[in-house]
């Protein structure tokens, strides 16, 4: 059983389309995230959603929209894709307060 | 925003040796944790301090809270080819607990 599964694990898309990745958790958390980390390794949050409601938005551009239907999934949209949006994509779950995320084996993402 | 730089940036080491690194912030953290992140993975968090002077074992790691509340550091003993990965130091800022903030990161490389 997958804790954090996110689809897909590879995406690979031209320059101005919109593509989805999608994220789903089976712990119960009540907290769930996106983070980005780049061609460095450098992790960066992105959004942060608390039973659904949205907590932590970063300086991201508004391209990217988080929608997270319930307490269990959360997605990220990108329009307008670019090539520096290359990158790996990481989903997270926890619950509030506790340090301890739980991580999806991320989403590669490639613009070309 | 905040900064947590880890030290050494990568590592190359024998199988069998022990292995140091550490994570240093320009503020106070009230929890220091450490993950790891295997090629291809997500980060998978190895251990977790929540007090000053705290020491933590787990298995052949060993993590330090710094007494500034400043630093972190991570042991490694008798090092295995599987201990490869990228080790990361992170922790929520001060009055963020919902936010984790991770550190550059130390690439660990083990020869046989």
């Known amino acids: 059983d997958t804790a954090v599964s996110q689809t897909p694990k590879y995406l690979v898309t031209q320059m101005g389309n919109d593509k989805s990745i999608k994220c789903e958790q089976n712990l119960g958390h009540d907290t769930m995230y996106w983070y980005k980390q780049d061609s460095k390794k450098f992790l960066k949050i992105m959004f942060s959603y608390n039973n659904k409601e949205l907590i932590i938005n970063e300086t991201v551009p508004n391209r990217f929209s988080p929608k997270s239907p319930d307490k269990a999934h959360l997605n990220l949209h990108i329009n307008s894709l670019e090539l520096g949006d290359s990158a790996v994509y990481f989903c997270?779950?926890?619950?509030?307060?506790?340090?301890?995320?739980?991580f999806g084996s991320g989403t590669r993402l490639t613009v070309v | 925003g905040q900064q947590l730089n880890q030290s050494p940036q990568s590592m190359f080491i024998q199988e069998g040796e022990d292995v140091s690194m550490n994570c240093t912030s320009s503020s106070i953290f009230n929890t220091w944790l450490w993950y790891k992140q295997d090629p291809g993975e997500g980060p998978v968090l190895l251990i977790a301090?929540?007090?000053?002077?705290e020491l933590t074992s787990n298995g052949r790691l060993t993590a330090q809270f710094g007494i500034t509340r400043k630093d972190s550091f991570l042991n490694i003993s008798a090092s295995i080819p599987s201990d490869v990965g990228i080790y990361f130091c992170a922790g929520p800022p001060t009055g963020t607990a919902s936010k984790l903030t991770f550190g550059t990161g130390t690439r660990l490389q083990v020869t046989l």
């Open positions: 997270a779950s926890s619950l509030v307060r506790q340090g301890g995320y739980t």
């Open positions: 301090l929540y007090k000053a002077g």
